[in-house]
């Protein structure tokens, strides 16, 4: 990873991966006026993805939610550049690819510092041809097979000590292969002991829960018994 310091930002960025002005790269006109921009997913704000060399990455912009989150969308409290949102979630992503789990790889985040706020932003790698479970589900149920290496992958998560605090269906992805992959780590962090780690799985079963009536998603309790036998299985 590098460091850029550029005025009242700092951009850190793998120049591996990053084949572009890492200042340039968190604003969407660059990429729009360069059709650049291959497509978009709605999440709290909007999820751009976007044409680097060889690859594709998904830019998102950090924002609140909640009724806080009407009135400062997007600026927090500065306190130290380490411990920026996206400083962290680049930081975390990193942690959890060197220990084997499937997460997107971090290309470049950035933090912009105003007065005692800034904005942030990341620039991740974009799964291909995946989608999330939300999106699968409500097209057709799926087999106790993919639910089994859905907890498997939850599994490796908790064994490198990361608590997802947001661990929900709409952040967990599935590709052609189906092949499991978990995103969105945005106030996540590493933390020790195992007491977490019940109420991470209690609020993925909620958001199953919620979808059912939400979206109609194809989805029973049976399934869940599938998750938790891969989950427990190593
Ligand atoms: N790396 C990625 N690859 C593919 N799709 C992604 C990726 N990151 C985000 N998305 C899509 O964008 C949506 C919103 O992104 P997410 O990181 O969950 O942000 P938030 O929920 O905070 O808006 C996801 O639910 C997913 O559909
Ligand atoms: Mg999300």
């Not at 990193?94 to 084997?100: A, D, F, S, Y």
């Not at 020790?192 to 829960?209: A, I, M, P, T, V």
């Amino acid at each position: 990873m590098e460091t850029l310091r550029n005025g009242t930002q700092v951009v850190w960025f793998d120049p591996k991966l990053l084949n572009v002005p890492p200042d340039m790269c968190f604003e969407a006109p660059y990429w729009l006026v360069q059709n650049k921009v291959t497509g978009s997913a709605k999440g709290r704000g909007t999820t751009w993805f976007v044409q680097l060399d060889g690859l594709q990455a998904a830019l998102r912009h950090y924002r609140r939610g909640g009724l806080f989150g009407k009135l400062v969308k997007d600026q927090y409290w500065f306190s130290g550049w380490e411990n920026t949102r996206s400083y962290q979630e680049y930081q975390l992503l990193q942690h959890l690819r060197e220990k084997g789990v499937n997460v997107p790889r971090p290309i470049a985040a950035q933090a912009d510092k105003f007065g005692p706020f800034y904005s942030a932003d990341l620039l991740s790698e974009r799964i291909p041809n995946a989608k999330d479970l939300v999106d699968t589900l409500q097209q057709a149920p799926l087999s106790a097979e993919v639910y089994y290496s859905i907890g498997q992958q939850i599994h490796k998560l908790h064994q490198a000590q990361v608590n997802h605090t947001d661990l929900n269906i709409h952040n967990l992805l599935l590709d052609i292969e189906n092949k499991v992959w978990i995103i969105d780590f945005d106030k996540c962090y590493e933390q020790s002991g195992d007491d977490w780690k019940q109420g991470n799985l209690e609020r993925l079963k909620r958001s199953f829960h919620k979808e059912v009536k939400r979206f109609a998603i194809h989805w029973q309790e049976s399934d869940w018994h599938s998750l938790l036998s891969g989950y427990h299985s190593t």
